[in-house]
Structures are given as C-alpha cells and as structure tokens.
C-alpha cells in the first residue's frame, strides 16, 4: 500500500469522516499513528483509508466502543491474533441470531399449547383453584424448568414483569399457568437479549390482542438488524483482509 504521503483532507475525503474525526481516531489509535513530514503536517497512507473504511463498517456491525478496542489493540497484535478478533464479531453475531430463533421458537411453543389461545395472560383462570389449578409451581419448581434462580423470578415480580399469587397462610409464592407463562416469555425476551425496559413494554403488550404475535414481531424486527449489521461485517471484509496484510512481519505502516 505504498505511494505518495496523504494530507488529512485527503484522507477524510478517501474514507468519508472529516478531518476532525480522522485526527480524533487516529489519537484513540483505531488507526495508526501518521509519520510527521518535513513541514510538520501529518503524512498518512492507504493503510490509515482502509482502516478508517473498516472501522465504520465495524462499528455498525460491533458498536463503536468494541470496535475502536478492536482495531487499537490490532496494531500492536500479530496477524493471527488480530484475525481472531475479528473472526470472534462474526461468531458474536451468529450467536445472537441463535438467541432470537430461540426466543421465537419458545413464543411458538407458548402459543401453540391449549392455554395460548387466550389473549391476557393475566385473567384470573386458574388463579383460585379453578381451571388449570393443577399445573400451578412453586418458584422452586417454575426456577428448575425455566433453568433460572429464584432470585431471577422474585427480581422479575418486582420490576411486575411477572404476577405470581400468594398463599395467604405461609406467604409462598404460587404460579399459576397464566404466571408460569408470563415467565415463559421473560426468560425467551431475556434469553435473547433484551432488557427489562423492553421487556416490560412487551408484557405490556400481551394484555392486548395477539400479543404474542407482536412480541413476534419484535424479534423478528431484531433478527433483520442482525443480518444488517452481518452484511455490513462483509462488506468490511476486503478491508478488513489489508489492515490484517498491514500487520503482517515486514510491512511498513505508520505507528
């Protein structure tokens, strides 16, 4: 990536940031550092155009933050290590594409059962030894076959994403089906990553029609975000490939 030194303008124009935001990146170290020509300005090369081009397809796909770690620690790595960074984004993503289906498929069980065709899932059915008092749990039992502590079912009561009963006589915790699928869809919405504003505002949801169908939605709403920012991660690729050639032993680059 040899040829003849680059201003700061010339680089801002080549990667579309401006002047300021080259300064500010290459002082953050997301590129490297520019050698000092003879008048003092700034000497850049096609490797500060191609690293500054990676990063902004990075960042999409990362977050900001992640990415100028990436890229400033890849400087100082060996080609190997660097590649394995990057390789660790597309598994990160992968991985939350995983979470998501999963979520979906357990909202599709949930709907699928007999209980599901009832829209609010906070009606009173099954609450008073009524229908489906049978399949009512513990939070001992309801924490073992969600596969979480009790102290994630009693913090997700608090913050009212889930309405258990109590046992008047010893105050325990009672979860009747209506509970124990609200808690079904907390763990699903949790599982693939949402917090528990967003949660909140999706049970929130269920006490509406098809509510399970607009959580739906939702997911898959992330699910196209994802493969947005995977298709930036590709995008990024070839320029990610010259800032990995950059590294590279014998490669002169800027530091």
């Known amino acids: 990536m040899?040829?003849?030194?680059l201003r700061t303008a010339d680089v801002a124009r080549a990667s579309g940031y401006s002047p300021q935001q080259v300064r500010d990146l290459e002082r953050l170290g997301v590129i490297p550092h520019a050698e000092r020509a003879g008048n003092g300005y700034r000497a850049y090369t096609r490797v500060h155009v191609v690293a500054l081009r990676a990063y902004r397809?990075?960042?999409?796909a990362a977050g900001p933050v992640a990415s100028r770690h990436l890229l400033a620690e890849a400087w100082g790595q060996s080609t190997a290590d660097a590649a394995a960074a990057i390789g660790d984004v597309h598994v990160r993503l992968a991985r939350e594409r995983d979470e998501v289906l999963l979520a979906r498929r357990a909202l599709a069980a949930i709907r699928s059962e007999a209980g599901a065709v009832d829209p609010n899932p906070r009606s009173a059915e099954g609450t008073d030894g009524g229908a489906g008092a049978g399949d009512a749990m513990s939070i001992t039992e309801l924490a073992g076959a969600l596969d979480v502590r009790t102290s994630t079912l009693r913090f997700w009561e608090q913050e009212r994403l889930v309405h258990p009963d109590r046992i008047t006589s010893v105050r325990a915790r009672h979860y009747a089906p209506k509970a124990v699928r609200e808690a079904r869809i907390v763990a699903a919405l949790r599982r693939a990553g949402y917090g528990v504003p967003a949660v909140r505002e999706l049970m929130s949801a269920l006490d509406h029609?098809?509510?399970?169908?607009?959580?739906?939605?939702v997911l898959q709403s992330r699910l196209d975000g994802i493969a947005g920012r995977t298709v930036a991660l590709l995008r990024?690729?070839?320029?990610?490939?010259?800032?990995?050639d950059a590294l590279a032993p014998g490669t002169s680059v800027a530091r």
């Open 2 to 5: 040899g040829g003849r030194p």
């Open 57 to 60: 397809a990075l960042a999409f």
């Open 209 to 217: 029609a098809d509510g399970l169908g607009a959580a739906d939605r």
């Open 236 to 244: 990024a690729g070839s320029d990610l490939a010259d800032v990995l």
